[in-house]
């Protein structure tokens, strides 16, 4: 299959990039580069540097490259900032793929996988987070990806579109091979930021909240490998032939793993201290977030491989040594 990735040179989107060449498809990637890593895209990938809101262009690229199904990673996600500057949010998260549908509808491109988040829960009333629990976001982040799934379901009934969104929670870990992983600037994730404190390159990790109702009093999250979130983009492919098809799935491992845990298991990896202070609660975090992915497991056939967090850890510490300056070396 021809398969536009939109956001494909960025840390999720490159990973699905290479899981799709390895399952003998044809990835075509187009990325603003605003956040993206040329060089996280192989060369005998056609690359388009541009903007997904650009309808004129996205339309040829849809036509001249045969696309059949259009994978959008794309997007600002900076929870932080979103609440500082809603309007960039709902222009890049919402109103310039709502112009990328409208790009789809005009060369008669109809499947779509899209990249949610379990931030679409807000603060979910319990625990593990399956797919028809509420969806109450507390962040313009969160909203943006939410009222774009409802557009999702709006064409979806009106045009016959069929997509599938898929819920992340929290993205980690790098390619087997140590070729290409995360490097997010300005870094906000927990791994890297433990291991760039390991290293010494960054100041002390500091640990929000020691007082919460968690066995160590510390933050639960759900850590899922980013080749298994790429398994599953492909996993359904199967399952978007019919038009207005809509599915709804959860991704994690449903292990949760506290923030002491991750600080553990990195001094476990990298055979380094991880010098970290504590400090207060954040607002708006809470406690325990973990997915129930027996939704896709039972109708995708998928499976996390990564199961294990120090699995996991070891390869983005093999990125980590090998890229010491990420992408930019
Ligand atoms: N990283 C996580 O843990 C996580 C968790 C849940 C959901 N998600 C979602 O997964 C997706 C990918 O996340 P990521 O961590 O790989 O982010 P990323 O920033 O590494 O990648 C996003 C890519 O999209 C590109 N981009 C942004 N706006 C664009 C535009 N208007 N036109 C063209 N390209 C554009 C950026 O340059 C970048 O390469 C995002 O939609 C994010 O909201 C990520």
């Known amino acids: ?90 222009e890049n998260n919402l109103a310039a793929p709502i112009r990328l549908l409208q790009a789809m509808r005009n060369a008669g491109v109809t499947k779509f996988v899209f990249s949610s988040t379990c931030a679409t829960f807000g603060i979910p009333e319990k625990m593990p987070i399956t797919e028809d629990l509420p969806q109450r976001p507390i962040n313009p982040y969160g909203q943006t990806k939410l009222d774009f799934e409802n557009t999702l379901k709006a064409c979806a009934h009106a045009y016959g579109l069929s997509f599938a969104a898929f819920r992340y929670f929290n993205a980690a870990g790098a390619a087997e091979d140590g070729a290409i992983g995360e490097d ?16 010494g390159k960054r100041d002390k990790l ?64 990298t055979g380094l201290k991880v010098p970290y202070v504590t400090g207060d609660r954040r607002a708006g975090d809470p406690p325990a977030l973990y997915a129930d992915s027996s939704k896709a497991k039972n109708e995708l056939g998928w499976e996390p491989k990564f199961m294990d967090i120090e699995g996991i850890i070891a390869t983005a510490w093999k990125w980590h040594q090998s890229h010491p300056d990420g992408y930019d070396a």
Do not use: W
């Open 1 to 90: 299959m021809n398969v536009l990735v939109i956001g494909g040179a960025g840390y999720i989107g490159s990973h699905c990039v290479r899981q799709l060449q390895a399952a003998g498809h044809r990835p075509v990637v187009l990325d603003n580069l605003v956040y993206g890593h040329r060089q996280a895209v192989a060369s005998d990938v056609a690359f388009y540097e541009g903007n997904l809101g650009d309808i004129p262009t996205v339309e040829k690229i849809l036509r001249d490259e045969q696309i059949e199904l259009v994978m959008h990673f794309a997007a600002f996600a900076y929870v932080g900032e979103s609440v500082q500057e809603p309007l960039k949010y709902y």
């Open 184 to 199: 997010h600037d300005p870094e906000s994730h927990l791994i890297p930021l433990a291991v760039f404190a390991a290293q």
């Open 206 to 269: 500091t640990v929000f909240g020691t007082d919460y109702p968690t066995p160590d009093g510390t933050c639960l999250r759900d850590y899922i490998h980013v080749d298994d979130l790429s398994r599953a983009h492909i996993a359904v492919f199967d399952k978007l032939s019919e038009p207005g098809t809509g599915l709804f799935y959860n991704l994690g491992t449903g292990k949760p793993t506290s923030v002491l845990e991750i600080i553990n298991a990195v001094e476990k990896v």
